[in-house]
């Protein structure tokens, strides 16, 4: 079969501890080996940048909601656009792409994994039929459970096994990796325009608070020894003052024991979630406090959710933020109440430098990557689209290696920003090392992918390599940040199980990846309980009958199955 | 045997509840369903058989499948602007394939919207639109309007499965936990069960949705004594009625979407609904016709980034509309041929485009003779999806659910003759 040897690679690999050595990389069958024979092709990497394929743990790349963004922003698609050729189909779209840029655009920067962040499973057939679409890279995606009447239901009655046989269900369901909360307990009350106002503010007519659904999900996650933690978008998103409602998570998690060896609990985007100050006029940044937290503690994770100045589109399961976001700058709204499950809303806008609010956020993100000394803890990302689109990638590595690069671009933000942050103070530069772990090996070490190969180089790995146009030897990273930024936006080479898929920036060949998802399993008798509610609610609540509910094997293409479940 | 579970292809209610009863591969009864979509399931006056004339006025001919596909490809290759419509009344399966033969030819891509729930799509773009799934609204809807919409008629077990009857589990008393509004120019049969009917001036749907806003925002003083045909007074007390529901919803249809102001209709009616938003909840969501019509803008949409009105030529979609759908094209002589699969241009286009349609070469592929048929140089009948064929379609709200197959047939499905179609012209293209 298929043989490859990169030779003269400069390689980074956290996983397996490998620091920027030089060395060779062999390939066979689209794995990582030892050795192989002379008849190989080899590429000469000649001393360039090779990491392991870029994963990203947190991203918004398919679904109900990235398509009403589509459906609502012919504008967006207008952008990027680049004709069909005899490899690709066309590209279109910035903030929301078509399927095939969105695979394209991921590879082009040496991408391989990319994994959705918010699955309704009512909705979940949708986003396998574009899983289906999105050329080149693996996918996986996270479920949501976060105010879903099944999981409240068993909380209040104190059921915590129903509550795992629900999860063990409902990923089964909707054909997902791991466990999404998003402001848990706000979307039943946005059933009614309700919001949830803290973490024990109980959710209207189930008498259950937002800290109980994480508790209980929590401890479900770890009884059925699911390979990733929850997944959890805090109450509270996008109002000053939050970083408060913040802490008191992190500490909801605090003694729970993870069955594998990561962390008990991931927290995502948390730009958005360490806002000090009361209001909009004397908001603050509070990422200094977060981070002070995190070189504390060592039961959590955390992603960046860098803002990038520009447009984006925003979308979430947090309904009642994006009717704010909406109503606070007249923007288009679209909200997606889901029956049972949950709520969800898509508002386009535009970051701008000279907001001092923008100025604020944009800041935070650098201040909770910066600030936390383990980069382990701190995912490299932008909550795509919310924050800004993926493929500003690069230039959010360079803000994180380049003193210089951040000063100028502080240069154009507003000045209050510097009032209220610490950005301008901050001296760390990332060196290659931690960008590796922060773009690709964390990511998949938080999402428990390392032993389906992915993040790493070690014999055995997926054959999921990046060759930049750049060498580490002769590149001063804190100065020449527009060279890196254009080496890491096209790579030399993407390689994706063994084969070229992208050459010098241009995509060469368009496999297809695979889908993971988790297949776990609680004891009969709490499935047996569990069933017998879901029956009694598909009989008189859904919309759809329980036989049409559950994504049938016909939307999974390449499936990889997690078995798992009670020890 | 009796199938369960059956989801029917017929309106976008997309009703999942069906019983199939099945004997010797036919359909013998259908219970559950509405009689359309009975009539549907059990089959009717179906093609036979390909068939294709020079002229339109000459009799049709029998022919091979591989006659009527080869000659179908020649044409999409000879065109300089073949327009490629429908894509409403399939599987989301054959709408993936859609979008590549009209990147391989460069054609113009449209669905059935164009002429029926276009102008909300371009409310959308304006506006956003606050919505939700079928059961929400089941659950949870105390006030419920009808605008320029006939479910009776059009969606008959719309009311009983998510509207008007439906119990839930914050309307357990069903119709009597309910407020009924219907909003229409004429009395229809949903407005004689409705509890308030209100009869708004043809055309003037704009001025009543703005003078609604006018109300929920406290400003009656500016609204006249009567606006569209319905009193001051009225419009004041609906508006008080909207603002005290508990959730609250606007379905609506072509009413609103195919009158004057068209996407201006669907722009103010979000607005109303999103500023009803700041007193309680409300949502709105369009009546979709064609079972899958939704599947349609859903996929293009994540295929092309655009729903509808989709031009190819550019080997990079490009979409305009009132330049790049159909009746536009058409209008302006643009489009030099025609394929119609899975909607009925025949039946539903303008006379000026059905003249234009008259003079170029149309494709046909449907399991069914209609008024398309009547204008077509070829006809390639094949299987009817969700009752010979299992695939992908989205309900009314977006719920993508899978269709099942009742019974087998020897026809090919849609999804085969594109491949077919497709094939022959990369080989006449000389592309591989």
């Known amino acids: ?567 | 045997m009796l199938i369960k579970d059956v989801i029917c292809p017929f309106c976008g209610c997309l009703c999942d509840d069906l019983a199939v009863e099945v004997e010797n591969n036919k359909v013998i009864d259908v219970k559950h369903a509405c009689k359309i979509g009975a009539a549907k399931i059990r089959g009717h006056n179906r093609i036979e058989a390909p068939m294709m004339r020079e002229s339109k006025t000459d009799e049709f001919r029998e022919v091979s499948y591989d006659e009527a596909i080869n000659e179908a490809a020649r044409i999409l290759v000879d065109s300089k602007r073949p327009l490629m419509y429908g894509w409403a009344s399939c599987l989301c399966e054959m709408m993936k394939k859609g979008v590549l033969l009209a990147e391989e030819v460069g054609g113009i891509l449209d669905n059935t919207a164009s002429v029926c729930h276009g102008p909300s799509a371009l409310g959308v773009q304006e506006k956003g639109i606050p919505t939700g799934t079928l059961g929400q609204f089941a659950n949870r809807a105390d006030v419920v309007i009808f605008w320029g919409c006939n479910p009776v008629q059009a969606h008959p077990r719309h009311m009983s499965r998510y509207s008007v009857f439906a119990k839930g589990f914050f309307t357990n008393k069903g119709r009597k936990d309910r407020k009924i509004v219907v909003v229409d120019v004429r009395k229809t049969d949903t407005a004689e069960m409705a509890d308030e009917y209100v009869q708004v001036n043809p055309g003037e749907d704009y001025k009543l949705l703005a003078a609604f806003r006018a109300a929920v925002a406290d400003k009656a003083d500016v609204i006249p004594d009567t606006v569209a045909g319905v009193s001051k007074e009225k419009i004041v007390e609906l508006a008080a009625a909207m603002k005290g529901a508990k959730y609250g919803i606007v379905y609506f249809g072509m009413g609103v979407t195919q009158t004057r102001c068209k996407y201006k209709n669907i722009d103010i009616a979000v607005s109303l609904t999103t500023d009803l938003n700041a007193y309680t909840k409300f949502s709105i969501i369009p009546m979709r016709g064609h079972y899958n019509v939704t599947g349609a803008g859903q996929v293009f949409a994540w295929e092309t980034g655009y729903v509808n009105g989709i031009d190819m030529s550019r080997g990079v979609p490009y979409y305009n509309p009132g330049e790049t759908c159909s009746n536009d094209m058409l209008m302006r002589e643009e489009l030099d041929s025609a394929f119609v699969i899975g909607g009925d241009a025949g039946a539903h286009f303008p006379a000026q485009s059905i003249a234009r349609m008259a003079k170029i070469p149309v494709i046909q592929v449907d399991p069914f003779h209609n008024p398309t048929t009547e204008m077509a140089n070829i006809v390639i009948p094949v299987k009817v999806s969700g009752v010979e064929l299992a695939g992908t379609a989205y309900r009314m709200d977006s719920v993508c659910l899978r269709m099942r197959k009742l019974v087998d047939v020897d026809f090919p499905s849609d999804e085969e003759v594109l491949d077919k179609i497709l094939a022959k012209v990369k080989e006449i293209k000389g592309v591989s």
């Not at chain 1, 946005?190 to 209980?216: C, H, M, S």
């Open chain 1, 1 to 567: 079969m298929s043989e490859l040897l990169i030779k003269n690679a400069v390689v980074y690999d956290p996983i397996n501890k490998v620091n920027g050595e030089k060395m060779d990389i062999a390939v066979k069958d689209g794995k990582i080996v030892d050795s192989i024979g002379n008849g190989a092709d080899v590429i000469d990497a000649a001393g360039r940048l090779v990491y392991p394929g870029g994963v990203d743990a947190h991203t918004h790349i398919a679904g109900s909601k990235v398509n009403i963004g589509r459906i609502m922003r012919p504008d967006d698609s207008r952008l990027n656009n680049k004709p069909r050729t005899k490899i690709t189909r066309p590209y279109t779209g910035y903030t929301v792409p078509n399927v095939y840029a969105m695979g394209y655009g991921y590879a082009e920067m040496g991408y391989t994994t990319a994994f959705e962040a918010a699955i309704p499973i009512l909705k979940a057939r949708h986003t396998h039929e574009e899983f289906e679409e999105i050329p080149i890279i693996d996918k996986g995606g996270l479920t949501l459970f976060s105010s879903n009447w099944m999981v409240m239901d068993a909380i209040r009655e104190d059921d915590l096994d129903r509550v795992a046989a629900y999860v063990a269900w409902g990923l089964e369901a909707s054909r997902g990796w791991g466990v999404k909360i998003v402001n848990p307990g706000g979307g039943e009350a946005w059933g009614f325009g309700k919001n949830v106002a803290g973490l024990d503010d109980p959710v209207p007519n189930f008498e259950v608070t937002p800290r109980q659904i994480i508790r209980y999900l929590a401890e479900a996650n770890e009884k059925l020894n699911l390979p990733h933690s929850i997944h959890l978008h805090c109450n509270n998103l996008g109002k000053p003052g939050n970083y408060t409602t913040t802490l008191e998570t992190f500490d909801i998690c605090k003694d729970i024991k993870p069955k594998r060896d990561r962390q008990a609990v991931h927290l995502t985007h948390i730009q958005f979630n360490s806002w000090g100050g009361n209001h909009w006029g004397d908001m603050e940044s509070k990422g200094d406090e977060i981070a002070k937290y995190m070189n504390k503690n060592d039961h959590l994770t955390i992603d960046m959710g860098q803002l990038v100045f520009g447009s984006a589109t925003t979308m979430t399961a947090d309904g009642p933020v994006q009717y704010a976001n909406a109503k606070l700058l007249k923007a288009r709204w679209a909200n997606g109440d889901v029956e049972l499950e949950d709520a969800s809303g898509v508002t386009p806008l535009s970051y701008h430098p000279e907001s001092y609010i923008h100025g604020i956020m944009w800041a935070i993100g650098l201040e909770l990557a910066l600030l936390t000394e383990d980069p382990w803890k701190v995912l490299m990302t932008t909550d795509h689209p919310n924050g800004g689109p993926y493929v500003n990638y690069p230039d959010v590595v360079t803000l994180l290696m380049s003193k210089k690069k951040r000063e100028e671009a502080m240069a154009k933000i507003a000045d209050l920003t510097f009032e209220r942050t610490s950005i301008a103070t901050i001296d760390r530069e990332l060196d290659w090392y931690d960008i590796a772990i922060k773009t690709r090996s964390a990511h998949s070490k938080i999402l428990g992918m390392v032993e389906y190969g992915k993040g790493h180089l070690g014999v055995g790995a997926d054959a999921d390599i990046a060759i930049y146009d750049l060498k580490p030897d002769e590149t001063d990273s804190t100065i020449e940040y527009e060279k890196v930024k254009a080496a890491l936006r096209r790579a030399a080479y993407t390689i994706k199980d063994g084969a070229i898929v992208v050459k010098d920036g241009e995509i060469t060949a368009t496999p297809m990846g695979r889908t993971y998802w988790v297949k776990s399993t609680a004891p009969s008798d709490a499935h047996d309980r569990m069933m017998a509610d879901l029956k009694m609610k598909f009989k008189n609540y859904y919309s759809v009958n329980f036989a049409n509910y559950m994504v049938q094997d016909e939307y999974v293409h390449n499936p990889v199955i997690e078995e798992c479940g009670y020890a």
